[in-house]
């Protein structure tokens, strides 16, 4: 091989991946290609944990502050629509002298009543008329007209039947949340994959396991987010129910406040409803979490809802 030869391998070799790998790893001074380092999914979940929460009350906080600067700066004088300060000095008194906590676990008890009721119908009703074609034939029509009633129509009904105490209150906040969840639970078993029903009758599973197995997997993520819905309208209803003859309860409250010219308690009163429902609706997403494990959603993904 001549010299001009050697020179020209050379220069080859030296161009080539494996010339350039063999140097890396000879001299440890040589660049190494940047790693980017992807944090686990742990670490992405415990910093969502704290984040979700703090951009959730990003937006109430910047709205409670604007409000309070634009009355301490006499844009407002405060009185109709009270400024943070004023309520949260209303929930210290009501605090200081037992009423809150009265007024808040009289209503928690009338809404874990009725929805707990509400739940165990709806589920029942709305399991019976998504399985079986007659039963829907013969208790659907009839459901969805009761379900375009009103809810304050049900209330002079109730009362005559039940009277004006705790009976007639429970039993309107349960028809509240017994609709939502009915009708979530029969959408939900009517909208399983018939490919996956047909694969049960295959395998001479049992009706009882056919429900177990497949269809109770196959509703539930509909079924949280039917309770979810119901337990809002329960909260919603429990106002209608206590806004007659009650005296006791958060809406007591707004009708106290109403008849005396309170605008800060009415206020506090509605956020009272809107914390402890919001606690209660988390409460359910926490306590079904585990049941939804199972799921490759989007929204796990993208950090939840």
Same mark, same amino acid.
């Given at each position: 091989?001549?010299?001009?030869?050697?020179?020209?391998?050379?220069? %080859?070799?030296?161009?080539?991946?494996?010339?350039?790998?063999?140097?890396?790893?000879?001299?440890?001074?040589?660049?190494?290609?940047?790693? +980017?380092?992807?944090?686990? =999914?742990?670490?992405?979940?415990?910093?969502?944990?704290?984040?979700?929460?703090?951009?959730?009350?990003?937006? =109430?906080?910047?709205?409670?502050?604007?409000? +309070?600067?634009?009355?301490?700066?006499?844009?407002?004088?405060? *009185?109709?629509?009270?400024?943070?300060?004023?309520?949260?000095?209303?929930?210290?008194?009501?605090?200081?002298?037992? +009423?809150?906590? *009265?007024?808040?676990?009289?209503?928690?008890?009338?809404?874990?009543? @009725?929805?707990?009721?509400?739940?165990?119908?709806?589920?029942?009703?709305?399991?019976?008329?998504?399985?079986?074609?007659?039963?829907?034939?013969?208790?659907?029509?009839?459901?969805?007209?009761?379900?375009?009633?009103?809810?304050? %129509?049900?209330?002079?009904?109730?009362?005559?039947? #039940? @009277?004006?105490?705790?009976?007639?209150?429970?039993?309107?906040?349960?028809?509240?949340?017994?609709?939502?969840?009915? #009708?979530?639970?029969?959408?939900?078993?009517?909208?399983?994959?018939?490919?996956?029903?047909?694969?049960?009758?295959?395998? *001479?599973?049992?009706?009882?396991?056919?429900?177990?197995?497949?269809?109770?997997?196959?509703?539930?993520?509909?079924?949280?987010?039917?309770?979810?819905?119901?337990?809002?309208?329960?909260?919603?209803?429990?106002?209608?129910?206590?806004?007659?003859?009650?005296?006791?309860?958060?809406?007591?409250?707004?009708?106290?406040?109403?008849?005396? @010219?309170? /605008?800060?308690?009415?206020?506090?009163?509605?956020?009272?409803?809107?914390?402890? @429902?919001?606690?209660?609706?988390?409460?359910?997403?926490?306590?079904? %979490? /585990?049941?939804?494990?199972?799921?490759?959603?989007?929204?796990?993904?993208?950090?939840?809802?």
């Amino acid at each position: 091989m001549s010299a001009n030869d050697a020179a020209d391998a050379t220069v %080859a070799l030296r161009g080539s991946p494996m010339f350039s790998a063999a140097m890396s790893v000879s001299d440890p001074t040589a660049a190494q290609p940047h790693i +980017e380092t992807v944090p686990s =999914p742990a670490a992405a979940r415990q910093r969502a944990r704290w984040l979700n929460p703090a951009l959730g009350l990003l937006l =109430p906080v910047a709205l409670a502050g604007g409000w +309070e600067l634009a009355v301490w700066l006499g844009f407002s004088n405060g *009185r109709l629509v009270p400024p943070p300060s004023r309520i949260i000095a209303t929930f210290v008194d009501l605090a200081s002298t037992g +009423e809150l906590w *009265r007024h808040t676990v009289a209503t928690m008890l009338r809404v874990a009543a @009725g929805f707990a009721m509400g739940v165990v119908s709806g589920t029942l009703m709305g399991a019976l008329t998504g399985y079986s074609f007659y039963a829907r034939r013969l208790l659907d029509p009839m459901l969805q007209a009761l379900r375009a009633i009103p809810s304050i %129509a049900w209330v002079p009904l109730f009362i005559l039947w #039940l @009277g004006i105490f705790e009976a007639s209150k429970v039993t309107l906040i349960a028809v509240g949340v017994f609709f939502p969840v009915y #009708l979530g639970v029969m959408a939900a078993i009517l909208a399983v994959d018939r490919k996956i029903v047909e694969v049960g009758r295959v395998f *001479r599973l049992s009706g009882f396991d056919m429900v177990r197995r497949i269809l109770l997997p196959a509703v539930l993520p509909e079924f949280v987010v039917s309770v979810r819905s119901g337990l809002g309208l329960g909260w919603m209803f429990v106002v209608a129910a206590e806004f007659l003859g009650a005296s006791e309860g958060l809406g007591y409250l707004l009708i106290d406040g109403q008849q005396l @010219g309170k /605008p800060a308690q009415i206020v506090a009163a509605i956020v009272a409803f809107a914390i402890i @429902g919001k606690i209660s609706d988390w409460l359910i997403v926490l306590a079904t %979490a /585990p049941l939804l494990r199972w799921q490759d959603a989007f929204g796990d993904r993208q950090g939840g809802a």
